[in-house]
């Protein structure tokens, strides 16, 4: 298996979920950053940038959405810790050649435990939060590549990915 660990650490001896005692780790300064894009068409596009739908302020609804949602994650990924988190940001990337609006969110902590779902907990709800406010004019739209780009801190290390260009 190379470096990777050959155990799983959220089964208990009887091989049932459990969520790990992280009590003995040492708290230190986490981070980690996720991303995801919504597509749609450059009608939608222009709308959101134009303020024309009828929901409201599309990206700032999702910046909501996406802090709000990073906070409850332990409430919706079974084995995750309820955290005190100590930052979250997202930012949103139009890009108008390709239909697309990226979201990038940022969550940080001092804990024992690293805030990856959170992130991608905030991307995620970021998107369906911009595809639930343009459904009524654009069905179509897909949510696509919601991943973990980076995080840092922790006994595992930091993790980079590396971008195909």
């Keep these: 298996m190379g470096k990777e660990k050959a155990e799983f650490t959220h089964f208990n001896e009887s091989g049932r979920a459990r969520m790990v005692d992280v009590s003995n780790k040492v708290s230190t300064e986490r981070k980690a950053v996720a991303e995801g894009k919504v597509y ?43 955290l005190n988190i100590t ?14 609006i990226r979201i990038i969110a940022e969550v940080k902590i001092n804990s024992q435990t690293g805030v990856e779902m959170e992130a991608l907990t905030a991307v995620s709800t970021a998107a369906l939060t911009i595809y ?13 590549e919601i991943r973990l780009l980076k995080k840092s801190g922790g006994q595992s290390g930091d993790f980079v990915r590396e971008i195909e260009k």
């Design 87 to 100: 930052g979250v940001d997202l930012d949103f990337e139009v890009n108008e050649d390709n239909n697309y």
């Design 132 to 144: 639930d406010m343009c459904k009524s004019v654009d069905k179509a739209m897909e949510i696509q």
């Design 40 to 82: 749609t068409s450059s009608t939608t596009i222009n709308r959101i940038q134009q303020a024309k739908i009828k929901k409201g302020d599309v990206l700032g609804v999702a910046q909501i959405a996406g802090i709000m949602n990073a906070k409850k994650t332990s409430e919706i990924i079974p084995m995750c810790h309820p």
